[in-house]
């Protein structure tokens, strides 16, 4: 039962990874244009990220 | 002078590549503008290719960037890039495109709030997924130390997360409670709050049972429901504002020097002279200097025959300018405008929308005390059988007042809205309202407006049979000069019949009256019956006078619009009345209304009229929805239970309408009756299986068997089922 005491604290870590990820593509507006990045992860040419402002 | 020869020349090439493909025109080292463009038919990945591309190629443009879900481009670009000019080019490579106002659109307000409403929710979602796993150890058998150590560990989680992601709850229950109300939140807040302090006492206690998970899930499924609801508002809301700033006002000011500007028109000034193409629509109120012309009121009442004027007659804003260039004196600018001040007074008169109680509420006016009363007596009699054991009896109520499912409350109409907006929008109905839908399902009697609703406000000539090949030959060499709209109803009349035009010679238009010319010798004359001595009819009709032959007359009905025929059959068929009402002349009315089989119909109606109608119709107990397009409408549209105008129809229309058509035809607004019913009936499904959830949960929490794992299954269930129940939405029946 003692590998609770480092494998609960891991996993929240990890889960704390994910949120931080989720973090970022909000602030990176990554939520604004659902339809339209759909369709640009098709597209051939290299693309900017979305517009900062 | 030959450049230095590279090392490597293809790293050059790629240097230079990926800089022009990234960033492209700085620009002239002046601030930028930002200019919004409207792409109502770009739907596919070929279109961002070649908006974008074709934008950023064109002289001044730093950066271009198109928004597929709104359907819109956003461009950097110099100051003296003309956003029209843009518009244009767009439009001519085969994007149709068209300007927005940027200073109308308000987007980023709704945007902070909704990614606000995105970010409390992820965070919840982190916290349940983690509660939930150190849950199932305690469910699967967990004891002693390990269950207080994982009960620990969840309060760590779970109490900041539900203290950040649920005060859009707790904010909305105190300003209710503040106002002596009672809604949705008070009992949410409550079980949040009571949940998580009597599992902090149990941990703390070592007792058995913790709802940390239940308060974390219930912030999670909540927080979807608002988020869903806050979406389709907002795509509505920035759907109707589009429509605003798609009219971007502009005006031509003359100067003293005789110069021309164009300005805003919100820069006018009262005593300004304003210059009005033939084809413009007049931008504020004012008096006629010079010029003469005729205009077309139809917007403002109905009336589809065009109108004289000339030195001092005064003309309102939103009417357009048909023949002649006019030169108007201001006499009342932007918000003066009588556009304007009818805009305010139905936004005063607008009160049945404001009486009616959404199914939402109610449900919640039923829910919130019965959870508070059954809580409270569970605690009371627990109080009572078990002699005084106050725990015991708070788990009880705690128990009662989570497993009462107010999460599937929460799901039930926000789902539903989402899944019919959504729908009707793709059948380009554009809802304004959150409780459009459910007034639109009670709709038993349908008023439409003539003019611009059921006919295009185009006319088309109908008594060509009736004249002499010579006499069209000449009618068309006359009107092939004019843009008046009767004018260019004879040249297609004509030319669908393979007429040639006459040939005519020293053709001159005189503007407010008609067109002259000669032709074999004698003087021939197209316009107004008084401007040719003849004796007008009581129909839309222009006159032609060869010589001294007595004039004869060229009448014209109106076109119904794309759709007009099959809405109104499919309203009838599904058992409404349906009034014609209508500012317009009695003939013109008993066409229409002939024409579309309507049985009921008024002419020469005034605004007053309009409502006063609609009134009655609501005194006999009927649910009205009204459909218009004018500004003679607006009252009436505010008057009625539920209210449709076209996109065609003016700001301040649209703006008392809950729902605005977006495409030319009139054919949606048949099926949407029935999209709405079988919307309402979804919605009412699933407080139904609210209620038959906690029918079964609600017993078994007040006898004191109701555990965290039994609540957390009875809330995603109820949550998932809810949410598949407002999928199944049918269409047009």
Known sequence: ?53 | LAAPISACPACDAAHIAEDTAGKGYRGNGQEAQRIMLSLPTAYCAACIVGVEGSLQQLPGVRSARVNLTLKRATIEADHDVEPQELADFLTSIGYEAYELDTGVLSTTATEKSSRDLLMRMGVAGFGMMNVMLLSVAVWSGATDATRDLFHWVSAAISLPIVAFSGQPFFKSAFTSLRARRLNMDVPISLALILASSISIYETANSGHHAYFDAAIMLTFFLLAGRYLDHRTRAVARSAAEELAALEVPRAHRVLADGKEEVVSVNEIAVGDLVRVVPGARVPVDGMVEEGESEVDRSLLTGESLPVFAGPGEMLSAGEVNLTGPLLIRVAAAGKDTSLHRMADLVAMAETSRNRYTSLADQAAKLYSPLVHVLALSAFLAWLWISAGDVRLSINIAVATLIITCPCALGLAVPAVTTAVSGKMFRQGMLLKSATATERLAQVDHVVFDKTGTLTEGKPRLDNYGDHTPEDLAVALALAQGSSHPLAQAIVNAAQDEGIRAARVSDAKEVPGHGIEAIWSGQTVRLGRAEWLGAKGIDRTATYLKIGKRPAVAFTFTDNLREGAAEAVASLKKQGMKVTLISGDAPAAVQDVAFRLGIEDYRASMLPDDKVAAVEAFRAEGRHVLMVGDGLNDTAALAAAHVSISPATALEATRVVSDIVLLGRSLEPIGGSVALSRSATKRIRENFGISAGYNLIAVPIALVGLATPLAAALAMSLSSITVSLNALRLKGTP
């Open chain 1, 1 to 53: 039962v003692n590998v609770l005491v480092y494998l609960i604290p891991i996993s929240i870590l990890l889960g704390g990874f994910g949120l931080a990820a989720f973090f970022w593509t909000l602030k990176t507006q990554q939520y604004d244009d659902p339809e339209g990045d759909a369709h640009r992860i098709l597209r051939d040419e290299w693309d900017d990220a979305p517009p900062k402002d």
